[in-house]
């Protein structure tokens, strides 16, 4: 069993700072491609920036210079540095991450999302 678990969303003001982070924990033989995803209320989910397991990234063109995502393979981590933040990057963000306990089999996680909010 594996489990996402997300922290450090919060409310900011227009212009601030947030970083994300979602840690992976369990039978985790190797993690391939992580990212994150947020859902606006009545929109649908969008992914906003993935990393693979060799380090490239990239971004959602509403998010690009502004958001950085990277990853601590040693601790099976992934965060979301989030700056110059807009009312618009309002949303529950979820981190993804495909893991494999054997290497052979790939599974999807999701994290349980953690509310970003920013107010004008």
């Known amino acids: 069993q594996v489990e996402l678990v997300e922290s450090g969303g919060g409310l900011v003001q227009a212009g601030g700072s947030l970083r994300l982070s979602c840690t992976a924990s369990g039978s985790i033989f190797s993690i391939g491609d992580m990212s994150w995803f947020r859902q606006a209320p009545g929109k649908q989910r969008e992914r906003v920036a993935r990393?693979?397991?060799?380090?490239?990234?990239d971004y959602a063109g509403s998010v690009k210079d502004r958001f950085t995502i990277s990853r601590d393979n040693a601790k099976n981590t992934v965060y979301l540095q989030m700056n110059s933040l807009k009312p618009e990057d309002t949303g529950v963000y979820y981190c993804?991450?495909?893991?494999?306990?054997?290497?052979?089999?790939?599974?999807?996680?999701w994290g349980q999302g953690t509310q970003v909010t920013i107010s004008s």
């Open positions: 990393i693979t397991a060799g380090g490239n990234v």
């Open positions: 993804n991450m495909h893991i494999t306990m054997d290497s052979r089999l790939w599974y999807e996680r």
